[in-house]
């Protein structure tokens, strides 16, 4: 559907991309991840038309549209800052690109009414100048816009990061639904980490203008490619030197010179043990109830280690108390230190 050849973009003498590849499939939601200043609106905005690459081609269906101009490219785009018009009626924002493309006034008015359906919005709401609205209702309402020409794809930019994080939490729901609903090939970009892993059918992890990892969720957390994605995507803990030499002297193998990881909720608290189990005493730090989970800082080994248990109704832990941690040994990621 889009790919992006060996994009490489530049302002002046700083290099914004270096060599960026990817493919999206039709019909796919398809994010891009990482800090700020890695790229990923940079990459976006290529993808529109609004930055020309210095080289390298993006291609929409095989075909070559990297010279091609923003408004014929079919691509619908939300703002972070949903760039609406404020003093305009919700009806005559979201109809805004149907009069550029000079439809009549029925063929207009049936478009706007179905995708203001869809979206959840009222006729009452229709009528109301944008300003009136809550940033929700302002959410739906550039979505709409977006989608009411028919694009073959939408690319949104940081949609959700204006509203608080309840309702968050709730659009990015009815955001992946809509996506479902309408089929309709997305490329969403963010900072946060759990909107990435709840929405998209697979992630590209930027980092200072290069991808690190491209894959599903999935992949990208239980499956790092590299140490920097392996720390920017959710929670882990470092195993320091004094925890991997006593896992060497079980046989774990593990090379010294290289950094390993584990994710909080494959450390278990006073569970059996399987046969490729490392299982060692420790003391309770610290404990931090959440209703759903039970989150454990312990101390071994000279280091401190966060645990992440389900809550199953016992008594939790409490500072002081003495455990027995257990690890799958399969769970660890290592990865090999950079050179300077």
Sequence with gaps: MIKLNDIVVKFGDFTALHDINVNVKEGEFFTFLGPSGCGKTTTLRTITGFIQPASGTVFMNGKDIT??????????VVFQSYALFPTMTVYDNIAFGLKIKKLNKQEIDQKVRDIARKVDLSDEQLAKAV????GGQQQRVA?????????????????????DAKLRVQLRNELKKMQKDFGITSIYVT?????ALTLSDRIAVFNKGYIEQIGTPNEIYNHSATEFVCNFIGDINRLEDNIVAA??????????AWHHYIRLERLHVNKKDDADHFSFDAQVVASEYYGLYIKYTIAAFGQTLRVIEKNDG????????????????????SYAPKEA
């Design 131 to 134: 300003s009136q609205l809550s």
């Design 67 to 76: 010279r091609v101009p923003i408004e014929k490219r079919d691509i619908g």
């Design 143 to 163: 979505i709409a816009r977006a989608l009411v020409t028919s694009p073959k794809i939408i690319c949104l930019d940081e949609p959700l990061s204006n509203l």
């Design 314 to 333: 016992s008594t939790p832990f409490t500072q002081g108390d003495t455990v027995k941690v257990s690890f799958s040994t399969s769970n660890i990621m």
């Design 247 to 256: 896992m060497n002297e079980k046989g774990a193998g593990l090379d010294p």
């Design 191 to 195: 900072h946060d980490q759990e909107e």
